[in-house]
């Protein structure tokens, strides 16, 4: 019997973490964060079977390029404590075939980020092992006037 898995945190510098860096261990690419002056690469990661960034209509067609998407995100969030990303890992069932992966994690992404303008950045990751996931790294801030925007924080007197 399947037994469903889900994390999902938020990737937030008050813990020394960086949206390049997330993005680049998903993704298995080397990036370059403009935010410290340093690459992000994850040399020794494997399994890595799928790569999409998945953008709402209104979004500019320069966040398809993972290294703009990252760095704008975290151009974005000024302070120290800032939350750049969500992330989320989810279980593959293992009884869906390898070839509807994508699909699947495609329809998701589409259904709970990219209909609500939310980008949607996602990986499939399967060494074989019987253990297929995908991991889901959206964006804090949503488009507007074409270009990414800080998250909207609530607080007092806010809705």
């Not at 998903?26 to 935010?35: D, K, M, P, T, V």
């Not at 390029?65 to 974005?76: G, H, S, V």
Request: charged residues 25%.
């Amino acid at each position: 019997m399947p037994c469903p898995h889900h994390d999902i945190k938020i990737v937030q510098r008050s813990n020394r973490q960086s949206a390049v860096a997330a993005a680049a261990y998903q993704s298995g690419e080397r990036l370059f964060s403009e935010y410290d002056q340093k690459q992000k690469y994850y040399s020794e990661k494997r399994g890595i079977v799928h790569t999409e960034i998945m953008l709402p209509p209104h979004a500019p067609p320069e966040y398809a390029d993972r290294n703009i998407l990252w760095n704008a995100a975290e151009t974005q969030e000024k302070q120290w404590n800032s939350q750049l990303a969500r992330r989320i890992v989810l279980a593959i069932p293992r009884e869906i075939p390898p070839e509807q992966h994508a699909d699947l994690i495609r329809d998701y992404c589409r259904e709970f980020f990219v209909s609500k303008g939310m980008i949607a950045d996602f990986a499939i990751h399967d060494k074989g092992d019987g253990n297929p996931h995908a991991h889901i790294l959206p964006p804090m801030g949503r488009i507007s006037s074409g270009t990414l925007c800080q998250r909207q924080r609530k607080g007092p007197g806010k809705q």
